[in-house]
Structure formats: C-alpha cells, structure tokens
C-alpha cells in the first residue's frame, strides 16, 4: 500500500455495486501477445491489484480507493474489472457504494488493498479500512472483511473487523493494512496484514475466515517491508512483500522481496539466508525497476495461467507521467501484469529482467479443451452414468470423454465438487487419473498399478467446491487441489508415471453426483531455467581509480569540502557528517572525481559500524552518482530507524522542487562492498545506473536501475552523512571503475 499515502484521498465512494448477475462478455478471440499496462482499457490507476478466476471462468481485478481516470475525481470503492484473456479488461462496477461501509468504519473511510478468495463456499474479500471509529484522531487502521456468492457481489460486510486497530507502542496506531489470506495443506486459515509501523504479522482465522483467532506471530520487521503475499511452492512458503515507498512520485523505488519458510508461520529467510524479521533484514528481489518507463514495481497478486506459468499482477508508475492529475497529488499506479519465474527455488519476474514495456507473449487462458459448460455436450462422449449442464456446470455420474485428443507435456484443470460420499476427478488417456476422494479423505493418483496419495484437511468440505490442477511434463505428474488456484494447496501429490500421457481427457465421478465447471487441457509452459545475466566488473581503470594508499589521489573535487576526511593506513577516514543532501537543505559534502566514458562499473568497500536495532537516524556511507545537489543517486548503507538496509536513493527535480525517493538492494553488513553498473541507452541516450551490493565482495544482490538525462554528465563520488550521534566513522578501501 505504501506508508505516504496521500492526503484528502479518503473521500467517500461512490459507485455502481456489482450485482452477482451480471452477464457475461462474450469471449474474445485471444491476442497471443499483449503490452503492460493491462489495465489502460478501463483506468489510468488501478493500484495493489489482485486477480481471482471465478466459477463462471472469467477473470476478476480488484483495486484500491481512487479515482480510476485523471479529472474525475470519484473515488470508488474497490473498482473491479472483469477479462476473459487476462489482457482485455473492462471495469465492471465498484464492490462497495456510497454509503455501504461497515458499522465501525468512519465517515469517508477509504478501502485499500483488497484481498479476495475463496473460503470454504463463498468468496471473502479482506480489505483495509482505512479509518475507523476506535479514534477521533485517524490512522486508526483495520482489516476488514465482506462476503459474496460470487467474485462479482454482492459484497456484505462482516459486523466486526477481523483486525481491530492496534494501539502503538511509539503512539498513534500500528498500521494494520494490507490484508492477504492463505489457506495451508492442514485447512487452517491464516491473514497476513502490516506496514512499516508495526511490521508484518500472521494470524489464523476462525473457521469462517473472518475472527483472527490466537497469538499474531511477527514475520517480517517493521520500517522496512509491507503488502505481503503468500504462496506455497514445492513446499517452502514464500512470502512475498514490497519495500521503500510507494508513492514518491517521479522518485518512487518501490519494490517486491521474498523470504521462504517450511511454515507459514515462518521464520522467511532470503537466498542468503538472512531473516526478515532480522534488524539487518534480509530479502531477495523479485521485481524491481530496469529503466525503462516503469519504476515503483510493487505490491503484488499471484495467479497461474491454463499452462501452469505463474504470473505476477502488481503496480506500477510511469516515470513520465507518475500523478493521476496535479503534481504531488495521488500518484498514478496502473496494473501491470508479467511472467513469474522460479530458478533455482527462487521466484523472480522474466527470469530477472524486471518489468515489461514491450509486446509480450501473452497468458494462456485457452487450451485445446476448454469448455464452460455454456451449451451442450457437442465435444463429449458419453460413456457411463447420467450427465446434464444446468446453470452452467455440468453434473453427473460415471464418465464423459472429451472428444479431442491430446500428448506431449499437458496441464489439465476443472472445478468440481464430488459427492461427500465419493470421488471425482480427472482421467488423462487410458491409463492415468487423479481424484479427490472425499468419501476416503485423500487425493488419490493413478497410473496403472502404481499409485500415490496425500491426505486431504480434516473437515475437508467438498460441497464447497475445489480447483483441481494435474501437470504431466514426461513421465512426471504432479497434481493440487486447491480452493481458488492462488498458489495456496490443500494437498499436492506427484507420481512417476510408467510412460508419458497421450489420448482424451474423461471426467470421473462415483459413489454419488459431482459437478464440474471450467474444464481444460493446454499444453504445459515450459520453464526458464537460466537468470538474465547480471552487470559483473571487467578489466580494472586504474586511470579512474584511487586505492587510497598516497592521500587522496588529485582527480578528487569537493562539493562542501569536509576537513574532518583524511587518507591515512591505505583508507578514506571520514566521520559521518550531521547533514544531508535530501531537500533543500544541500548541507553534506560530496566528494567526486569524473567518470570515464561509455559503460562501466564502479565499486567501493565501506567499513560502517552502525549496530542494529537502535535508532540513529539516516547515518550513512557510500557510493553517489551525481550531477549536482537536486539531481542524484546514491547507494548506501544507511540506519533507518530500527533497521539497517541498502538503499539506493533518488533525488530529480519535479515541478519546481526536489522529490526524493528510494529502492532498497540488499542487506548491509558491517563492511558492505557497493557498486553502480552505468549504461547508456542506445536509443535515448539516458544514463542508467544499476545499484548491487555484497556482504562479502564475491555474492551480490542486485536492485533498481535509476536514470539520468542525456545532457547531464553524472560524476561518480562518495558520501558520508545523515547524522553525527552518535559520532562514527566510515572507512572507504577504495574507489575503483572497471569497464
């Protein structure tokens, strides 16, 4: 959601409520390629977007409180989008109206970052309230929750919130926003929720979806991550969160960092292993600006297209045109949407390329079968037992063939609901099949005489109605149940299958009448398996370099010359200065030398003892390219209250001031070793400079791109301030470019 949100945007919704009847478009002859922003059909703005696919096979986008197009200033209450393809969206209505809020809402409460899923036989939608009737005084956030028959409404609100406002330990309330829901294998489900003040936190929830129940247990540090995301891959819990903030404008750094965990509990660690809850927090980048037009690329949805390729839906800010309407006012976030890789265990957006600007091949949301029960039974063979469509699904007994034939790597998926006293499910070819066993509590699959099997929740529900997903890539099937395909299973099963699956696809159902909904077989996404490749430092240019072992080497210019900086044991020793460069203040000293032509690397070690835990707001060190006070990029192992992070800092001028912001690249240590990777665009000409950082010189994290005109001629540089108390002093190794 982001911590500055802006001012005067809580006024009250207005809009159409969806109505849970609301006909179907027809669908559209899909495009195989599409173009970010998916959301420029209906909305200028569409911020922490998540997308649910509904019975009725269609796709549903929900977003925050805001206008949808610049001048109309109409703030809806959570807009809602519908699309056949993933691609082409129309806005269909808001799911709250004027006047429909619940009993502890205040006036003019807005609703931010909704969360819908599938809890047991209805859809529940988790959304923020933003100000509630526990203060007078606002920022008295909470977690509340609607109901509806379908993705559509219509939306009720429950009486209570399912997260009350919390009182601050440093005054005010904790920021209890962000709500994002997560059913486990065991049925048990849990609400993640938080921001920076008060971090993120998980509770379980009562059988309905809508008490937190028991101890919350914190899994992630405050003053760094918000906006979680849960998903269970391969068995690891991955929790997804954005960082810095959302909404700076021009300057926005937002990004998106995962931790994993064997709980949904945690503790999450990074790739390094470091915890999020940690003071020196950890995090792995998934999605983070490149330089092209997209930058603030942050809080995420999860989804899995026909083919089993995951994606990620999030929010993004065109640099260019980063307000809905008057400068600083709500900054415009439309819904981006690309490809979600795991290499090596780990997710990360186009195999580490970032955010998309460009055709792309789009997301499969046909197959060669694919049917919504809308009309008859043209493309079936009955075999055995009675099967009728009526309102849309089809149910039955016994068998039903599909007539298409099919091989090679597949995925098959449908909704369905067994019988409590029997089984349904999916048949591939003649000899292998998955079912949901309700009758036995298992999902069972088959293939010939070998057999596997997981246990299904206790009180498992199968009237509830489940999406049920089987893979085949070779000889390998792995197959999931679970409640609405967002990455949460309630049971997964693999088998080896004796050779690969060829011939038609036949449902299943015995010991009673199953329905079945949304039937398909597509051909299986084939994986990427190989990261982009990551800037690395070439030959060295001693010419532009400066080991700091003869006092400081002539090229060196200062901006504010600082007497206190000395060369002395082959080290820049320069205490931390009480001054910055944020603002307009322009107070630090820089110190800077020119850059050499073309592209380069260049990289320093900083030895800065900063501790952890205590506040001692914004000492820093590190590496800077600059142009001049209101125009930089800095790099910088930085105290940000409780936390020790990486940031990398960005200041422009936008509409007659400076506008700061930030994107964080890893974990600092102690000695943190820094480098800028700087390229000029072929086409425009912009200097983009690509931040990484490494706790011990040989592993690094890589983060944002930030950009700088055509007609500057950045400078590189050091930089040591934010704070003399305590009075510490940062040790630079050196200064080096590589080419």
Not at 189 to 198: C, D, F, H, K, V
Not at 405 to 432: I, K, M, Q
Not at 689 to 705: K, L, Y
């Amino acid at each position: 959601m982001g911590h500055l949100r802006r001012a005067g945007a809580l006024a009250a919704v207005a809009g159409l409520v969806l109505a849970g009847t609301a006909s179907a478009p027809a669908a559209a002859t899909p495009d195989p390629r599409y173009r970010n922003p998916v959301s420029a059909g209906f909305a200028d703005t569409f911020a922490d977007p998540v997308v649910v696919r509904g019975e009725d096979g269609l796709w549903y986008a929900y977003g925050t409180t805001d206008p949808l197009r610049e001048g109309e200033g109409t703030f809806h209450g959570v807009p809602t989008a519908r699309s056949a393809d993933l691609v082409d969206w129309t806005y269909v209505g808001d799911a709250f109206g004027a006047g429909q809020r619940p009993a502890y809402a205040a006036p003019g409460a807005g609703f931010w970052a909704p969360d819908v899923r599938r809890v047991g036989d209805r859809w529940v939608m988790y959304v923020t309230v933003t100000d509630t009737t526990a203060s007078r005084d606002g920022g008295d956030f909470a977690v509340g929750a609607a109901t509806a028959p379908t993705p559509t409404g219509p939306w009720t609100f429950a009486d209570e919130p399912v997260v009350a406002p919390r009182p601050g330990g440093g005054g005010g309330w904790l920021w209890t926003i962000d709500p994002s829901q997560f059913t486990d294998v065991d049925g048990r489900y849990y609400l993640y929720y938080g921001s920076y003040y008060g971090g993120i936190s998980v509770t379980e929830l009562s059988a309905d979806g809508l008490r937190a129940v028991g101890t919350p247990t914190p899994v992630a540090v405050d003053n760094k991550f918000e906006g979680s995301h849960v998903v269970r891959h391969d068995g690891w819990y991955y929790l997804f969160a954005s960082t810095a903030n959302c909404c700076a404008g021009p300057a926005t750094g937002y990004s998106v960092h995962v931790g994993r965990s064997r709980s949904p509990r945690g503790p999450f660690v990074d790739r390094d292993g470091l915890a999020l809850t940690a003071s020196r927090a950890g995090g792995t980048p998934v999605l983070t600006q490149n330089g092209n037009r997209w930058i603030g690329t942050g809080h995420n949805g999860f989804l899995t297209d026909l083919s089993g390729q995951d994606w990620i839906v999030y929010h993004a800010i065109d640099r260019a045109d980063p307000y809905l309407d008057e400068p600083f006012g709500i900054n415009e976030r439309p819904m981006l949407l690309d490809r979600l890789d795991w290499i090596d265990g780990w997710p990360t957006v186009n195999a580490g390329a970032g955010p998309s600007e460009g055709s792309r091949p789009a997301p499969v949301t046909t197959g060669r079968v694919d049917e919504r029960f809308d009309g008859d039974l043209a493309g079936w063979r009955r075999g055995t037992g009675r099967w009728r469509i009526a309102d849309g699904r089809l149910t039955g007994s016994g068998t039903l063939t599909s007539r298409t034939v099919f091989g090679g790597d597949v995925r098959a998926e449908a909704d369905l609901r067994p019988a409590g006293t029997g089984a349904a499910g999916l048949a591939l070819g003649d000899r292998t099949s998955v079912r949901v066993d309700a009758a036995a509590g298992r999902l069972v699959a088959r293939d010939g005489d070998r057999t596997a099997s997981a246990p299904l929740p206790a009180g498992f529900d199968a009237a509830a109605g489940h999406h049920l997903a089987v893979e085949v890539r070779g000889r390998q099937l792995v197959a999931e149940l679970s409640p609405a395909r967002l990455g949460d299973q309630l049971a997964v099963v693999s088998l080896r299958l004796a050779r690969p699956v060829a011939g038609r696809l036949t449902l299943t159902a015995t010991g009673g009448t199953a329905r079945f909904d949304n039937v398909s077989v597509a051909r299986l996404h084939r994986p990427v398996r190989h990261a982009v490749a990551e800037p690395t430092a070439g030959r060295p240019l001693p010419a532009f370099s400066d080991e700091f072992t003869g006092g400081l080497d002539p090229a060196w210019r200062w901006v504010r010359p600082d007497p206190a900086a000395t060369v002395a044991g082959g080290e820049l020793r320069w205490p931390v200065q009480g001054a910055d460069l944020t603002g307009t203040g322009n107070t630090a000293g820089v110190l800077l030398r020119d850059a050499p032509d073309g592209d380069y690397v260049v990289e320093t070690k900083v030895t800065l003892d900063l501790g952890e835990e205590s506040v001692r707001n914004y000492q820093q060190a590190g590496l800077v390219a600059y142009v001049d006070d209101d125009r930089f990029a800095r790099l910088a192992q930085v105290a940000i209250w409780n936390t020790r992070q990486v940031e990398y800092g960005y200041e422009l001028p936008f509409a007659g001031q400076p506008v700061y912001g930030g994107n964080i690249v890893g974990t600092p240590a102690a000695t943190t070793w820094l480098r800028l990777a700087h390229r000029v665009d072929p086409v425009s000409g912009e200097h983009e400079f690509r931040a990484g950082s490494s706790r011990d010189g040989r592993n690094w994290t890589w983060g944002g791109v930030w950009t700088f005109p055509a007609d500057t001629t950045p400078r590189i540089g050091l930089v040591a301030h934010g704070g003399a108390d305590p009075a510490v002093t940062a040790r630079f190794d050196y200064l080096r470019f590589h080419r």
